[in-house]
């Protein structure tokens, strides 16, 4: 099973649309826009040599190769929209690596190298677009209607951004870089109003729901099954951490439900996640030291103080994600 960029940052399709942007959010939140040439020579990605360190042994998302080798699709100027948005996706998703000005730079060169003239001037209005309607997107996330993962507040997000979009796309657009995503959402949205109906008896929730299972498509239940067995490993790593397996447990285990190439990309996540974890504690700690340190000084002062201790410890980009801890 191959586990891509996108499967790997984000399980599921959900994320912006739902869950109101997770770490996403932070990120949009610190990128200052600003003013960026037309095109940029930018060296090409390889495995040897990733855009961030996050992205090692991974390759771009959005399969444009049809389109570069002269297809009847880029004779007619008419754009994979599907595959750039995987495109856009796959760089996007390094903010806080890098920046957006950075990131923008490094797309407009994979537009420039992998599409036919005829399209790639498309193409770029295009990223100018989408990421215009992301930091939009963090904007109506921010309202207090639209909080929390009540169903009300999904549905209303939801709608919200459906709206938003066709301020920013075209019919033919939206339905070619969100319908597959659309399909999934309105899918989560009807199985979170069967499971959350009073008025349901439990046999009747699981008739609903088993209808919504036979009516899926047949791309979207692919889709689903590819993301219920990353979570059922996950469930299956814990149990195996809890009885004490050890880390080459966990690596094997994966590797026979998928590959040693998407287990290791695993196990690398599970990397990232513990360093974090670990500068979080040291961080806390030596907050919580250095307050009552300073428990008789001004509140300037303190602030002051905290703002050194976050500014040696993390960096521009990490530093918004802390107040969920503190």
């Known amino acids: ?3 891509s960029r996108s499967n790997r940052v984000a399980f599921g399709l959900l994320g912006v649309a739902l869950l109101g942007g997770g770490m996403l ?3 949009w939140q610190t990128a200052e826009p600003a003013a960026l040439p037309a095109t940029a020579a930018v060296g090409p ?5 990733p855009f961030v360190r996050s992205m090692q042994d991974t390759l771009p998302d959005g399969d444009l190769r049809t389109v570069s080798a002269g297809s009847a699709a880029g004779a007619s100027g008419t754009l994979p929209y599907g595959e750039l948005k995987r495109l856009f996706d796959y760089y996007l998703s390094a903010v806080g690596e890098q920046s957006i000005e950075t990131i923008t730079l ?5 537009l420039d190298r992998r599409l036919p003239p005829a399209q790639t001037q498309q193409a770029q209005r295009l990223l100018g677009l989408y990421i215009a309607f992301k930091r939009e997107l963090v904007r109506v996330e921010s309202q207090p209607q639209l909080a929390g993962n009540g169903l009300q507040a999904i549905r209303g997000r939801f709608l919200a951004m459906q709206d938003m979009r066709a301020r920013y796309f075209s019919n033919e657009e939206t339905q070619g870089m969100f319908g597959f995503e659309d399909a999934y959402d309105m899918d989560a949205i009807a199985r979170l109003e069967t499971s959350q109906n009073p008025a349901l008896t439990a046999d009747q929730k699981k008739q609903q729901l088993a209808a919504l299972d036979a009516a899926l498509p047949e791309q979207l239940r692919k889709e689903r099954e590819a993301t219920s067995v990353v979570v059922r490993l996950e469930q299956q790593a814990q149990e195996l951490r809890a009885k004490g397996g050890s880390e080459d447990d966990i690596y094997r285990m994966r590797a026979k439900e998928l590959d040693p190439q998407a287990a290791s990309r695993l196990a690398e996540v599970d990397r990232e996640e513990a360093a974090w974890k670990s500068r979080i504690a040291r961080y806390l700690e030596e907050r919580s030291k250095l307050l009552q ?7 300037s002062e303190r602030e002051a103080s905290l703002a050194q201790l976050q500014q040696k410890a993390f960096t521009d980009a990490e530093r918004p994600r802390l107040r969920a801890y503190e």
Request: proline share 0%.
């Open 45 to 49: 990605v390889s495995r040897a040599s």
């Open 1 to 3: 099973m191959h586990l």
């Open 25 to 27: 959010l932070w990120w």
């Open 293 to 299: 340190s300073q428990a008789n000084a001004s509140a």
């Open 106 to 110: 490094q797309i407009r060169g994979e």
